[in-house]
């Protein structure tokens, strides 16, 4: 499943990649909210919406919106085996540094009334507390390109999957 598939271009290249796999499914969905033009298919479902509708296996999000995290959705979706994201990781203008990528930042070290408990508890990651690890998956970053890259500046893009411990 992509969610915040936009024009459903990477879905669609997907199934041609991967179509001589009969029980490979890949479905994109989007609300629409940008009104990209829309060339493939893609469904109108929010993520929310279409991780709880199709209960996929794997999720892909290219190029989480800044400021938003949709992991938890997908982590609390108990098909889900993995998540993939692409884009600006940890920290950079994807999802949230904490709740997305587990990065910290000064304002989340600096809450003195949290009580022992909960400042362990906050400094375990949510994926991790959810059982999911992290993996860099650096050979397929290497072959990304984002619009930010030049001569002297490039790979800034990455793609991170988060794998269920349990199905590992």
């Not at 060339?39 to 919406?49: G, K, L, S």
Request: glycine share 8%.
């Amino acid at each position: 499943l992509e969610g915040g598939a936009g024009s459903g271009r990477m879905s669609y290249y997907l199934k041609e990649k991967l179509k001589k796999d009969k029980n490979i499914f890949v479905i994109a969905t989007d609300p629409g909210q940008w009104q990209l033009t829309k060339h493939f298919r893609v469904e109108p479902y929010t993520y929310q919406d279409a991780i709880k509708t199709f209960q996929p296996n794997m999720v892909l999000a290219s190029w989480m919106p800044l400021g938003e995290d949709w992991t938890n959705v997908m982590r609390r979706c108990e098909s889900l085996e993995e998540y993939l994201l692409i884009g600006e990781a940890d920290g950079g203008c994807c999802g949230c540094p904490w709740r997305t990528w587990g990065i910290r930042n000064d304002d989340n070290n600096n809450n003195k009334r949290k009580s022992k408990k909960s400042k362990r508890q906050s400094q375990i990651p949510g994926y991790e507390r959810d059982g999911f690890l992290k993996f860099y998956l650096h050979r397929l970053s290497k072959l990304q390109l984002q619009r930010y890259d030049s001569k002297h500046f490039s790979n800034n893009s990455q793609t991170v999957s988060f794998r269920r411990q349990s199905f590992m």
